[in-house]
């Protein structure tokens, strides 16, 4: 007889557990979604590792994401470093983004990153969302900024909209 190898389990976890919010001082409760694997062997659970780049995180131009949330300049009187909010990267330090996906979305394919660099930057209308003019003072420096504070990785999304293969590669270099 051929010996059957046991075999692992995934269930879903969806146990709750409190953590403290730091940025708020806060106790939260926090539903994990997680895989457990069971080992038939020993009848406990283990959580597999997962690849950091399966679970980024992304900015977007969209409502306040941006201007007044991540991003306050220098004019808003709200604590920051180097134009970041400090209450918010504080909060996602909290939760460890290992990679940071920008500019994001619809806006992605409307954005074209030399007017978001330099002193004098080229206003746009964001058309994707309501029409809102977008002062990009929060461009690429500001960006790599904030995965500096936060200790993740850049991820940079390429106009792919209304943008060029050459202006891409400009941007990379």
């Known amino acids: 007889m051929v010996p059957i190898?046991?075999?692992?389990?995934?269930?879903p976890d969806d146990s709750v557990r409190e953590e403290v919010d730091e940025a708020m001082g806060q106790r939260?409760?926090?539903?994990v979604a997680a895989m457990r694997r069971l080992r038939p062997e020993t009848g406990a659970f283990s959580y597999p590792s997962t690849n950091v780049y399966l679970s980024t995180?992304?900015?977007e131009h969209l409502g306040r994401c941006i201007y007044g949330g991540l991003f306050?300049?220098?004019d808003m009187g709200i604590p920051s470093t180097n134009g970041i909010r400090s209450d918010v990267a504080a909060a996602l330090r909290h939760i460890k983004v290992p990679v940071l996906r920008w500019p994001g979305g619809c806006f992605a394919d409307e954005y074209h990153w030399m007017d978001g660099v330099g002193g004098q930057r080229k206003k746009m209308v964001n058309t994707n969302w309501g029409?809102?003019?977008e002062d990009n003072s929060f461009g690429t420096h500001e960006f790599f900024e904030l995965c500096r504070q936060l200790g993740c990785e850049p991820y940079i999304c390429g106009n792919v909209g209304s943008?060029?293969?050459?202006?891409m590669s400009e941007w990379v270099e």
């Open 5 to 11: 190898k046991p075999v692992e389990l995934y269930l």
């Open 28 to 31: 939260n409760p926090v539903k």
């Open 57 to 59: 995180h992304f900015s």
């Open 72 to 74: 306050s300049g220098t």
């Open 131 to 133: 029409g809102v003019v």
């Open 163 to 167: 943008g060029t293969v050459r202006e």
